[in-house]
């Protein structure tokens, strides 16, 4: 099973440790990128509409640069499972999804999407975005331990203001709870205490982050992902019952999330 926090990686990319062999490592690359062409989605017009077509990489491919190994040490891909994708373009001050489709799983995780679209729509952007999850399991250091808090009016409180101040067409869902929450912590509403080296730090703060707002949308809209457009999700009023808690301890199993986006020229 995949170890958290990462072990290293350069510019671009991040490699994980397993957690019972020492021999085998799991690479990520950090940013999608288009597949067998130079962009990641192209539009044709026809005679009433535009077509859009396109195909992303999510994970980590065979083209991509590779750490320094030692000669026993094997290389797999992060097995991230089969996520949803979305694709949309902007339409006044809001997004419009085109296409959905699916993340290959595992390896390179690819996804082929197209869809139709008024004529109007190949002056815009295009961005494509997945929410990628796999199990993992907390490094077994001395010092790693994970804790968190908040208060359920204080999250409503932050969800109104949202809602009041509607997101770009652009971003996802997990970039507007991320910075929803992050405000949350600067403003003592919610506590966040990491005990770990302060390389590890980072990524433990994101991975918090991204479990919190895993747990929101799944109360707010459970039929969606974090990569959603965040100018489309349908409310923002708790209707369940929310944990808000964070207990994260050596050995420990968990979710390791990320949200990966691309976004076209327009």
């Known amino acids: 099973m ?18 019972s062999d020492p021999d ?16 990641a989605a192209r539009w044709m017009p026809l005679p009433d509409a535009a077509y ?6 999510f994970g980590h491919g ?8 030692g000669p026993s040490q094997r290389l797999l891909p992060v097995p991230w499972e089969i996520a949803p994708v979305y694709a949309w373009y902007r339409d006044g001050d809001r997004a419009k999804i085109i296409a959905q489709g699916k993340t290959s799983g595992f390896s390179a995780a690819n996804a082929v999407f197209s869809g139709t679209a008024p004529l109007a729509a190949m002056v815009s952007s295009i961005v494509i975005a997945a929410e990628l999850c796999c199990d993992a399991q907390l490094a077994a250091a001395p010092l790693m331990r994970v804790r968190g808090a908040g208060r359920i009016n204080a999250l409503q409180d932050s969800l109104r203001r949202v809602e009041q101040a509607p997101a770009d067409w652009d971003v996802t869902i997990a970039a507007m709870l991320v910075k929803m929450l992050t405000g949350a ?22 991975a918090a ?45 968990l979710r390791l999330r990320t949200v990966k986006s691309l976004q076209t020229n327009g």
């Open 209 to 253: 982050l991204l479990e919190w707002a895993h747990r929101i949308l799944a109360v707010l809209a459970p039929g969606l992902t974090l990569a959603f457009p965040a100018s489309l999700i349908p409310g923002t009023r708790l209707e369940a019952p929310l944990a808000l808690d964070l207990e994260w301890a050596s050995g420990d199993r």
């Open 2 to 19: 995949i170890q958290m926090p990462s072990v290293g990686g350069s510019s671009g990319q991040r490699y994980f440790a397993d957690s």
């Open 24 to 39: 085998l490592c799991y690479l990520d690359s950090l940013a999608p990128k288009p597949v067998g062409q130079r962009s």
């Open 52 to 57: 859009l077509a396109g195909e992303v990489r």
């Open 185 to 206: 912590l600067e403003s003592a509403e919610f506590q966040l205490t990491i005990e770990a080296d302060r390389s590890a730090i980072d990524e433990l703060r994101e």
């Open 62 to 69: 065979a083209d991509d640069p590779e750490p320094r190994r």
